[in-house]
Antibody
Framework: EIQLQESGPGLVKPSQSLSLTCSVTGYTITSGYDWSWIRKFPGNKMEWMGYISYSGSTNYNPSLKSRISITRDTSKNQFFLQLNSVTTEDTATYYC?????????WGPGTMVTVSS | DIQMTQSPASLSASLGETVTIECRASEDIYSNLAWYQQKPGNSPQLLIYDANSLADGVPSRFSGSGSGTQYSLKINSLQSEDVASYFCQQYNNYPDTFGAGTKLELK
């Protein structure tokens, strides 16, 4: 079974960059799926942020397009999220997930707080 | 973006009862809809995809239906382990969008 695990700082200062890693086990990220980042805000709103496909192409939510980058390290079977110029409104729980069209496997999530 | 309007926002039901949660899309999403369950402290779990297909390992008391812009999730014979939040996701158009969620509690 596919397992995903997010990691990264839990606290980021405003205007800085948020960087998270998703480590995947049980499946090779170049074999299939779109490898996604999703976030859940404190008010429970969910937002799909974007993905990197098994072939390396990316697709981002237009609401984030100028600030987001998703990359990968195939040798480590990991993919990464970078979100630039964060504000307090980026405070959320961040999930990585495998996407066919729906999200069938999710990581446990990591809470990121943006605060000075 | 396609807006997903989910109702109700919260729901209280008794053990053994049947409950229904609805999602309405702002345009036709051609059954490209999934339902998820999220228990407190856990990540979301896929329940239903393609509007009415049961995900692996999901109990048969869960079912999905609908077409066009109107979709529903039904839970038959409510069990205590069904206490959770539920939300829908459309994947017909980018960006994927989610309903606001329904919090299900026991009466």
């Amino acid at each position: 079974e596919i397992q995903l695990q997010e990691s990264g700082p839990g606290l980021v200062k405003p205007s800085q960059s948020l960087s998270l890693t998703c480590s995947v086990t049980g499946y090779t990220i170049t074999s299939g799926y779109d490898w996604s980042w999703i976030r859940k805000f404190p008010g429970n709103k969910m937002e799909w942020m974007g993905y990197i496909s098994y072939s390396g192409s990316t697709n981002y939510n237009p609401s984030l397009k100028s600030r987001i980058s998703i990359t990968r390290d195939t040798s480590k079977n990991q993919f990464f999220l970078q979100l630039n110029s964060v504000t307090t409104e980026d405070t959320a729980t961040y999930y990585c997930a495998s996407r066919i069209w729906y999200f069938d496997f999710w990581g446990p999530g990591t809470m990121v707080t943006v605060s000075s | 973006d396609i807006q997903m309007t989910q109702s109700p926002a919260s729901l209280s039901a008794s053990l053994g009862e049947t409950v229904t949660i609805e999602c309405r899309a702002s345009e036709d999403i051609y059954s490209n809809l999934a339902w998820y369950q999220q228990k407190p402290g856990n990540s979301p779990q896929l329940l239903i995809y393609d509007a009415n297909s049961l995900a692996d390992g999901v109990p048969s008391r869960f079912s999905g239906s609908g077409s066009g812009t109107q979709y529903s999730l039904k839970i038959n014979s409510l069990q205590s382990e069904d206490v959770a939040s539920y939300f829908c996701q459309q994947y017909n158009n980018y960006p994927d969008t989610f309903g606001a969620g329904t919090k299900l509690e026991l009466k």
